[in-house]
């Protein structure tokens, strides 16, 4: 059973090139370094033809990883979403209960995950945790140190 993920368009944008890429500069590539080092004579111990073929059969699994994120893809229509919940795509600013701490992250599909950028997985422990809250409310959120407590200060669209 495939699972669907929700993205921006620029997030579905960022997958369909990386997948064009792969098909068509990466796949080219890798199959020129196979035609060259069979043409180098007996491939029993042909290093470079070994490592080629090995290159291909990573990047067909990868080629067909992505299509199968793109074909279960889904894009959302920002506007209609709820933004007195929490929810994918949500801008939110939370503080750390315990140190204070401010954050600001956009909760968004797993391979478009950012940290450096503020963009945290929905699938991650706070992600998960933050899902469905409003303003004003306490996340208590298991993370491996232990449970970290949330409160959620805003939450917004882009």
């Given amino acids: 059973m495939s699972k669907i993920s929700y993205y921006s368009e620029e997030g579905m944008k960022k997958l369909k090139d990386e997948l064009d890429f792969l098909e068509h500069v990466e ?29 291909q059969s990573l990047l067909e699994l990868k080629i067909a990883k992505l299509k199968e994120v793109v074909s279960n893809a889904r894009i959302i229509d920002e506007s209609l979403l709820d933004t007195s ?56 959120i298991q993370v491996p140190n232990g449970i970290m407590k949330f409160e959620i200060l805003e939450i917004s669209r882009a």
Wanted: proline share 2%; charged share 30%.
């Fill in 27 to 55: 796949r080219p590539r890798v199959s020129n370094a196979i035609a060259e080092a069979r043409d180098k004579g007996d491939l029993s111990e042909n290093a470079e033809y070994h490592a080629a073929k090995e290159e």
């Fill in 85 to 140: 919940k929490i929810l994918i795509h949500s801008i939110v600013k939370i503080k750390n209960t315990t140190n204070n701490m401010e954050f600001t992250y956009t909760l968004v599909a797993d391979s478009e995950t950012n940290i450096k950028a503020g963009k945290l997985s929905v699938n991650s422990p706070i992600g998960k945790g933050l899902l469905g809250k409003e303003v004003g409310d306490i996340a208590e």
